[in-house]
């Protein structure tokens, strides 16, 4: 895996939309429902903390993947809270803590998310087993490994 963390940039070079929390929502209402959309819990301007990943679903509901779990305090560079609209969030790590990782692990799952889109198969349910399919129900070596693997910070679409 790189030793650096995801810019925007590489972000948008994989073919993804990125935003930052406070710009989230509205950026995520622009998209097509199924359309992952990659976030920096920091605020507008910020030099970036963590990567998250949205997605909008029918009936209203809203998708978090967190990398670091949902338990994850997602907050902006100055410390405060951010919160981030969502409906269901995936209920497992996949990224140690101790690493900087996010940026990879979201467009690994934007990726998983963006395939299931194009298999109608878009419910809380499924991005869930799929993600869990591909991680498991707690962060290893072998999921950065996973990550690292699949060139996921190269645009491949």
């Not at 993804?16 to 605020?43: C, H, M």
């Not at 269901?88 to 467009?107: D, K, M, N, R």
């Amino acid at each position: 895996m790189q030793d650096h963390a995801v810019t925007a940039g590489e972000i948008v070079k994989a073919g993804f939309k990125w935003s930052y929390a406070d710009q989230a929502d509205r950026r995520l209402r622009s998209l097509a429902i199924g359309e992952p959309l990659i976030v920096n819990t920091d605020l507008t301007g910020g030099e970036g903390v963590h990567w998250v990943v949205l997605t909008r679903l029918s009936g209203g509901h809203i998708y978090l993947y967190d990398p670091l779990g949902p338990s994850n305090d997602r907050v902006a560079s100055d410390g405060s809270a951010v919160d981030l609209p969502y409906t269901h969030i995936y209920p497992y790590e996949s990224q140690l803590s101790s690493t900087g990782h996010c940026g990879y692990f979201a467009v690994y799952v934007a990726r998983i998310i963006r395939r299931l889109m194009r298999t109608s198969q878009l419910t809380p349910l499924a991005i869930t087993n799929a993600i869990k399919a591909e991680f498991g129900r707690s962060a290893d070596w072998g999921d950065a490994k996973r990550v690292a693997a699949s060139g996921v910070a190269y645009a491949q679409h």
